[in-house]
C-alpha cells in the first residue's frame, strides 16, 4: 500500500495505529512510517478556513457531518486522523494518525497527540494532553480505553495506556516511568505506563534520597476501583467521593 493510499484508509478509519488484539494492542509500524513518510514529502501550503488562515503541510479532516460528528469551532483534526459517529469536539486538537471511538467527548483545549487511540464513551476533560507518538516506528501510542474519565489537565503521555472505566482524576500525570502506585492493599502494588480497568487514580508523592537530601517525587495512587455496578456516566466527582476525596 502506498503512502497516499495508508494515509487515506487513516483517515477513513479503515486502519488503526494500533488495534487491541486480547488483552493487549498491537502496533503497525507501516502505518505509522507512512505518516513520518508523508510530512516528509507534503509541500506546505496556505489553506483558509473562514477568517481564519493555516499555513502547514497536512490538509484539515473534513466531512464531518456525513461522519456525524459535532465540531464547535474552532476545533481542529488533521487528515489522517479518524473520529468516529457521535464524537464531540469542543475547541480542541486531534492530530494525525489518531483515533477516537464512538461518543467520546473531546472537551475544551483538550489535545489528542499523534496516533493516540482514544476508545468509545470516553471523556478527555478540559486541558487534557494526550501526547503523540509515532518514532520510532513500532513505539506504542498512547491508549485510552472504553468508557475512561480523563479529569481536567491530566497529562498522559510516552505511550502510557489507560484501561477501559478508569478515571483519572483532575492534574494526574502519566508518563512511561512515573509510579502508578495500587494502595488499596496491605502492600502497595506498583505499575509503570499501565493504568489497570476501572482504577481510580490520583495524583500523588513518595519521597526519594539524593546526596543533597530526600525530596518527594511525583507518582500516581490508585486509591480504589469502580464496580460494576458504577453507571458509565457517573460524574468524576461522585467517583471520587466515593473513595472520599471528591470536592
Not at 481510580?200 to 476501583?225: D, E, H, M, Q, S
Request: proline share 8%.
Amino acid at each position: 500500500m502506498s503512502t497516499a493510499e495508508t494515509m487515506a484508509a487513516l483517515d477513513r478509519g479503515e486502519l488503526r495505529v494500533a488495534e487491541p488484539q486480547g488483552d493487549d494492542w498491537v502496533v503497525n509500524q507501516e502505518a505509522q512510517a507512512a505518516i513520518l513518510d508523508f510530512f516528509r514529502t507534503q509541500q506546505m501550503e496556505v489553506r483558509e478556513v473562514g477568517p481564519y488562515e493555516y499555513h502547514d503541510k497536512i490538509p484539515l479532516k473534513s466531512g464531518y457531518e456525513a461522519l456525524g460528528v459535532r465540531v464547535v469551532p474552532p476545533a481542529v483534526a488533521r487528515y489522517g486522523s479518524f473520529l468516529s459517529p457521535g464524537v464531540i469536539l469542543m475547541p480542541s486538537y486531534v492530530n494525525i494518525g489518531a483515533w477516537v471511538g464512538p461518543n467520546t467527548m473531546v472537551d475544551t483545549w483538550a489535545t489528542v497527540g499523534s496516533g493516540a487511540q482514544i476508545g468509545a464513551n470516553v471523556h478527555l476533560a478540559g486541558g487534557v494532553g494526550i501526547g503523540g507518538v509515532l518514532e520510532p516506528p513500532g513505539a506504542r501510542p498512547v491508549i485510552i480505553e472504553d468508557g475512561a474519565f480523563v479529569g481536567s489537565r491530566c497529562i498522559v503521555v510516552e505511550g502510557v495506556r489507560v484501561g477501559r472505566e478508569a478515571v483519572l482524576a483532575p492534574n494526574v500525570s502519566l508518563t512511561a516511568s512515573v509510579p502508578i502506585i495500587d494502595v488499596t492493599g496491605a502492600e502497595p502494588v506498583e505499575h509503570r505506563g499501565y493504568v489497570p480497568p476501572r482504577a481510580v487514580v490520583v495524583p500523588g508523592t513518595r519521597p526519594k534520597a539524593f546526596p543533597a537530601g530526600t525530596y518527594n517525587l511525583a507518582c500516581a495512587l490508585i486509591i480504589g476501583y469502580r464496580t460494576e455496578a458504577t453507571d458509565l456516566k457517573t460524574s468524576l466527582n461522585d467517583a471520587l467521593r466515593e473513595f472520599g476525596v471528591g470536592s
